[in-house]
């Protein structure tokens, strides 16, 4: 079993930046897929980013790319999500995810743990 739980989330203005924390428990995660989810109100969860198994190569959304950057740090069984630029479409639930099984974790199906969210809002 992995326990993960997420941080970092907040309030922030359009253009700003946040730092989300996804710290993990119960197992190593350095051999595990990473990602990050977010859910909008009304809204089904959807992908953000994820960090690969093995190689840590990182894949992002579209709506994403360029301003955020996923990272893992093993030393403190960790992922990160460095999110700039923000905006307001940005506003969501982050939900940080946990698969074995996958080189990548794109799906919410393929998800074997999931963190119980941090809340993000983007003002303008």
């Known amino acids: 079993q992995v326990q993960l739980v997420e941080s970092g989330g907040g309030l922030v203005q359009v253009g700003g930046s946040l730092r989300l924390s996804c710290a993990a428990s119960g197992r190593a995660i350095s051999s595990y897929a990473m990602a990050w989810f977010r859910q909008a109100p009304g809204k089904e969860r959807e992908f953000v980013a994820t960090?690969?198994?093995?190689?840590?190569?990182?894949y992002y959304a579209g709506s994403v790319k360029g301003r955020f950057t996923i990272s893992r740090d093993n030393a403190k069984n960790a992922v990160h999500l460095q999110m700039n630029s923000l905006k307001p479409e940005d506003t969501a639930v982050y939900y940080c995810?946990?698969?074995?099984?996958?080189?990548?974790?794109?799906?919410?199906?393929?998800?074997?743990?999931w963190g119980q969210g941090t809340q993000v809002t983007v003002s303008s």
């Open positions: 995810a946990a698969n074995s099984r996958t080189l990548l974790l794109i799906t919410t199906r393929d998800a074997d743990y």
């Open positions: 960090i690969s198994r093995s190689t840590d190569s990182p």
